[in-house]
């Protein structure tokens, strides 16, 4: 990586050879760990056992919606499928996770929208900058029937979309000086996920984006190659970066939708029982996750504030929109119908 420039992102990149064969290099190693025979699924005695990668660890509130999820797709369809959820990003990256999807080498993933947007253009929706006025906007968007349209989107490329879990708001942590209006990010080395629409964002501000592994951002920020990140505050904490950027800003710039996701062969390949009880079981481990979300955001910031974390609450976010409005230029002509659904809930 070079830490000067910034690196553009396009759909290709995530297929560069090298992530590509890492990924079927991970794939065919958990494939043969699980003692699976069939691309895409292990079966025996008429059960079948699907992988579910999860970046995060056991007990972060996506995490836990995917083990609920697990726990009534087994109820459902009376232990004819079995979910085995991998938290910690056992099998890759998230970049490296999507692409295994995509393959069938790993039957379903959580993963952030904002990836997603590579592959599915329209997901990028979810990365423009302070388009949500809140979580509950962010929900009537998300349950409205263009939500479930935009969900449908991740059809075309090869994926079944199950639903969507909550994504709190992303925030700006820096590890030097602190930020408190848009000028303070100009020449800032900050992290961004694999994002088109993230690099525009940075660069709106004047600061200099750097795509990169959720799993190399605490080095980064050790090391001095990166400036800052931006992330919520259970990523924040678990995933330790306030030890080593103790600076955070609460903006809540971006409500980066996390969806839930399975390969659309595997889907397609099961019996109409078995998709209703699987989409039942997502259904309702979503409100399920909502509830872990909104506690571990109270703890999580309890606890930061308890490790010296200094905390700035952004309340006037008219100086970030304007700073960024180009960024909604650009990237919303190509979102039409999405984006005026948006505008039309923002105080339904
Ligand atoms: C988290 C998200 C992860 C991952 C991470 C990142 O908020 O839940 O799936 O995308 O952000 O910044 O890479």
New binding site residues.
Partial sequence: MNPTSPQPVARRSLFKAGAFGAAAVAGGLALSACGGSLAGSAKSGGTKTFKLAE??PDDYP?TLGDKKFAELAEKYTDGRIKIQVYANAQLGE?SDAIEQVQMGSIEMT???S??MGEFVPAMGLFSLPYLFDDADHLWRFLESESGKKLLGEVDGAGFKGLGYYD??A?SFYTSKKPITAPADLKGLKI?V?QSQVQIDFIKALGGSPTPM??GE?YSSLQSGLLDG????E??YYSASHYEVAKNYTLDRHMR?A?VLLINKDVWAGLPAEDQEALQKAADESAPFQREKWDAQVESDLEKLRGEGVKINEITDLAPWRAATKSVIDKHGAKLGTYLDAVEELRSA
Avoid: C, F, L, M
């Avoid at 990140?229 to 919520?232: D, Q």
């Fill in positions: 970046t995060h996506t998230e959580r993963i952030s904002a990836p994504p709190g992303r992290r996920q592994d959720y951002v990140a931006e992330n919520n259970p990523s980066v996390e």
